[in-house]
C-alpha cells in the first residue's frame, strides 16, 4: 500500500477506534538533537514490537532529527507506527537558511511535529504567536501537531503554574482547529531531563484544567483532546504517571532513543 493511502486509512482507523472507544493514546518519541543513522536500529525494533501488538492500543510516533527523518518514515512506513518532525517554519519556502517548512516535513514522510517545546520557547525565544502560526502551518501541510506547554520550578512554586499554561494555551493554539488536528504536551520546565516528576495529583490538577481550557479556547475538541504527559518519563514510573485521569500518552524524552526503554513506556498500553 503507498504511504499516503496507508496514512490516509490509519487516520480513518483513528477515527473509529476514537467514536468506539474514546480516546486512543499517544506515546512520542522525541530523539531531540540526538542519534546518527547507526541508530536506525532501535526504530526497526520499535516497529517489529509495536507490530507484535507491544503498544497494545496506543499509537505510536518516533520524532527524529531532521537528518534522519526520511529514514525513520521509510522504516515504519509498512508498520503501525508514524515519523514526525521536531518543529518547523511558519512559512512554505522561502529565504529561510537552515528552516524547514511543515510541507518538507510531510514530503519527508512526517504525519505529526513537535511546536513550541519548552528548548525551543527557552532558547530561541518563541513567542505562543510565534507557535501559533506554527502551529497554522502544520495543519495548513495536513500534519498534526503536538503543541507543549509548561512551567518553570519557580512559577509552580509561586502558585503560578495554571496561570502560565492557561496564557500559553490562548496564544498558541488556533481558535480555528478541526478536531483531531492537535495535540498537547504537557511538560513542566522543571521535570524535563531531571529525573523529577510532579506528583500525580498535580498532573491530574493541571491536565483537567487543559482540558477545559481547550474546550473554552475551540469548542467541541476538548472532549476528545489527547493530553500527554512529558518530562522525565521512564519505564519505572510510566504506570504511575499513565493512570492519571486526563493523561492520554506521553512524549518521551531520553528514553526513547533506546527501543526497549522506549516500549517499556508504551507497553502500559499492552
Sequence with gaps: MRPHLQRALAAKLLEQFSMTHGIRPLVAGNWKMNGLRDRLGEVAAVC???????????????CPPATLLMSVANLCGNTPVEAGGQDCH???????????SAE???????????????ER???????????????????????????????TLAERERGEALVVVGAQLRGSVPKDSA???????????????????????????????????????V???GAALRILYGGSVKPSNAAELLSVKDVDGALVGGASLSSAAFMGIAGYYR
Aim: some cysteine.
Design 104 to 118: 518538507m516535513l510531510k514530503d519527508a514522510g512526517a504525519s505529526y511535529v513537535i511546536l513550541g517545546h519548552s
Design 179 to 217: 478536531p483531531g488536528s492537535i495535540v498537547v504536551a504537557y511538560e513542566p520546565i522543571w521535570a524535563i531531563g531531571t529525573g523529577l516528576t510532579p506528583s500525580q495529583k498535580d498532573v491530574a490538577e493541571m491536565h483537567g484544567f487543559i482540558r477545559e481550557r481547550i474546550s473554552e479556547l
Design 121 to 151: 520557547r527557552a532558547g530561541y525565544k518563541e513567542s505562543d504567536e510565534v507557535v501559533r502560526f506554527k502551529v497554522k502551518a502544520a495543519l495548513r501541510a495536513g500534519l498534526t501537531a503536538i503543541i507543549c506547554v509548561g512551567e
Design 48 to 62: 517489529e514490537d509495536v507490530a507484535a501488538g507491544g503498544a497494545g492500543r496506543a499509537e505510536i510516533v518516533i
Design 90 to 100: 511558519a512559512e512554505a519556502s522561502g529565504a529561510f537558511t537552515g528552516d524547514i
Design 219 to 221: 469548542p467541541g475538541q
